[in-house]
Every structure is written in structure tokens, then in C-alpha cells.
T-cell receptor
Framework: DAGVIQSPRHEVTEMGQEVTLRCKPI?????LFWYRQTMMRGLELLIY????????DSGMPEDRFSAKMPNASFSTLKIQPSEPRDSAVYFC?????????????FGEGSRLTVL | QKEVEQDPGPLSVPEGAIVSLNCTYS??????FMWYRQYSRKGPELLMY????GNKEDGRFTAQVDKSSKYISLFIRDSQPSDSATYLC???????????FGQGTELSVKP
């Protein structure tokens, strides 16, 4: 299996611009997670889906952030408008309920820099 | 107060040393405890997991959970330069639920 695939790997944009991050989970996995990692705050859960339905979005920082999962093989995280404090590495992860407990499979991340 | 506390380090040790990494947590409902390893510019990968209290050993790695103290540990014996990475503890209340991570400890093993 190809693993979790994220794009773009790197994004540099200017404040106020819209940013869209994409994720393809491992085929057959029914949970999908979006995390954000910074030096100051570590790895923070933003939102997670089960069978394409958002279960918990309490970690989404504010209305500028939105996430969708239109089907089992694709998810997006959108930031509009972006701000310099959104600069971070954004990770997508997927897992299989009933599989090895707690094992999330992470993508390689999307490194976002907002100038 | 964060739900999971982990000293970010950095921690530097000579090759062959025994490494001890620790996390404390505040939520007694956590049942599943994990350690993830993250190499530079990569995503985290599961290293060890344990359910409830007790020890688990896998090669040079031992994970310990003490639920009464809300304290978990990861020991690395005979550390190698290839062990240099960030180690993140993580925990969850139930299968498939929210996985809460510690901040991660950056480890460097010097040859």
C-alpha cells in the first residue's frame, strides 16, 4: 500500500490567501485525522472523521479553518484567509477501527509557511 | 494544564546509553498508551503500545504504564545513533477515539 498521501508537501503563501491541503488515506481505513504540529504546541488534533462524517472538530482553531471528506479516499483542510500564525506542519492520518488499537498511519505532512 | 505533559528536551546521550523518556497525564479515563517515533521531516510512526497498566518489551524498547500515578515511560537499551528522533507519547480513552499526544522529546544519540 502507498500509505497516506498528502499534498502539497510544501506551501508558501502570503497572508490573506486561501490554502487547501489534501489527503488520501490508506484504502479501507475508516478514520481520518487532521493534526497540526508546531514547536510551541506540539501535535494538536484539529478534526477527525469516521466513515466520512466529522466526529469531533473541537480542535479547529476558528472559522477560518474548514475540513471536508467527500468520499472515503479524499479529504481537504482549507484555511481562508490564512495568517502567519497558521504556519505549521499539517499531518493527515488514517486508521482502521478494530485494527491495532491506537495505530494511526501518518502522511509525511504539508509544511505551510504564511508570510 | 495540558492533558498530557512531556518534557521536550532536547536529550543528548552517548551511544550505548540507556534512555528513559516519560509522560504524565491528568485524565484517568485513558486506557490505551502509545509511543510514536518521528524522524526529521517525517510523520510519526507507532513504536510501542500498551493497554492499561503494566510493561511491554520489544527488543531494545520497554514501555511501562503506571495508571495509579498517571505516568508512562519508554526505555531504550543500548541506544544507537539511528534512535535519534523525536519520541511522542500518546493516549486515548477507547479504540478509534481521539489520540492525544505529548509535545515530544527530541533525542540525539552521539556515536
Amino acid at each position: 500500500d502507498a500509505g497516506v498521501i498528502q499534498s502539497p508537501r510544501h506551501e508558501v503563501t502570503e497572508m490573506g490567501q486561501e490554502v487547501t491541503l489534501r489527503c488520501k488515506p490508506i484504502s479501507g481505513h475508516d478514520y481520518l485525522f487532521w493534526y497540526r504540529q508546531t514547536m510551541m504546541r506540539g501535535l494538536e488534533l484539529l478534526i477527525y472523521f469516521n466513515n466520512n462524517v466529522p466526529i469531533d472538530d473541537s480542535g479547529m482553531p476558528e472559522d477560518r479553518f474548514s475540513a471536508k471528506m467527500p468520499n472515503a479516499s479524499f479529504s481537504t483542510l482549507k484555511i481562508q484567509p490564512s495568517e502567519p500564525r497558521d504556519s505549521a506542519v499539517y499531518f493527515c492520518a488514517s486508521s482502521l477501527a478494530g485494527g491495532r488499537t491506537g495505530e494511526l498511519f501518518f502522511g509525511e505532512g504539508s509544511r505551510l509557511t504564511v508570510l | 494544564q495540558k492533558e498530557v505533559e512531556q518534557d521536550p528536551g532536547p536529550l543528548s546521550v552517548p551511544e550505548g546509553a540507556i534512555v528513559s523518556l516519560n509522560c504524565t497525564y491528568s485524565n484517568s479515563a485513558f486506557q490505551y498508551f502509545m509511543w510514536y517515533r518521528q524522524y526529521s521531516r517525517k510523520g510519526p510512526e507507532l513504536l510501542m503500545y500498551t493497554y492499561s497498566s503494566g510493561n511491554k518489551e520489544d527488543g531494545r524498547f520497554t514501555a511501562q504504564v503506571d495508571k495509579s500515578s498517571k505516568y508512562i515511560s519508554l526505555f531504550i537499551r543500548d541506544s544507537q545513533p539511528s534512535d535519534s528522533a523525536t519520541y511522542l507519547c500518546a493516549m486515548t480513552k477507547n479504540q478509534g477515539g481521539k489520540l492525544i499526544f505529548g509535545q515530544g522529546t527530541e533525542l540525539s544519540v552521539k556515536p
